[in-house]
């Protein structure tokens, strides 16, 4: 990807994400919306596909040139760098997640969604990481393959619905 396109995107990013902290939309209601009830479940794959410590289900929801733009790694810019990343992983944790849609159009073959969502971590048995829960904000770019929209771009970030449930080191009183 050219330094232009680079550019563009995370323009376009960082927009997105101003826009949703200023006046963020309720829930979108996708009942009716085969695209969009398509999307999402793709992104309720990944996590089922995750939790069944499935790597190749996880990486095929990508296309082979998909980003994972996240807040703790580098990107990944490829599908088997996505499937690298993430497989490890697949040992420590169970997930749960509740995909709530705040935007999504359809252009053609490329698709975007923005949604939210609160991300549950547990240790899977055996395991001593840490449990967690997030509130994220996250922006999803599909290709259209045939009759399946696959995730071309990904990217989340940690996203409070509140000021009030910022850290207290970003929010003081």
């Known amino acids: 990807m050219s330094a232009d396109k680079l550019r ?7 927009l997105l994400w101003s826009i949703a902290s200023l006046a963020e939309p309720p829930s979108m209601d996708i009942s009716g919306n085969t695209d969009a009830a ?8 990944v996590i089922d596909a995750y939790n069944a ?34 497989t490890p992983g697949m040992s420590n944790y169970l997930f749960t ?19 939210r969502s609160v991300l549950t971590g547990e240790a899977r048995e055996g395991s001593t990481v840490p449990a967690f829960v997030e509130e994220r904000i996250y922006a999803a770019i599909f290709k259209r393959d045939g009759d399946q929209w696959l995730i071309h771009r990904h990217m989340e ?11 207290a080191l970003l929010n003081p009183k």
């Open 38 to 45: 398509a999307m999402k479940a793709q992104l309720e794959g």
């Open 8 to 14: 563009f995107l995370m323009t376009t990013v960082a």
């Open 97 to 115: 997640t509740d995909l709530k849609i705040l935007d999504v159009e359809v252009h053609g073959d490329i698709a975007y969604m923005i949604g």
């Open 157 to 167: 970030s940690t996203s409070p619905e509140t000021e009030a449930d910022m850290p």
């Open 53 to 86: 410590a499935n790597p190749d289900a996880f990486a095929a929801a990508y296309t082979e040139d998909a980003w994972v733009i996240s807040m703790r790694r580098p990107i990944k810019a490829s599908q088997a760098e996505i499937k690298a990343a993430f």
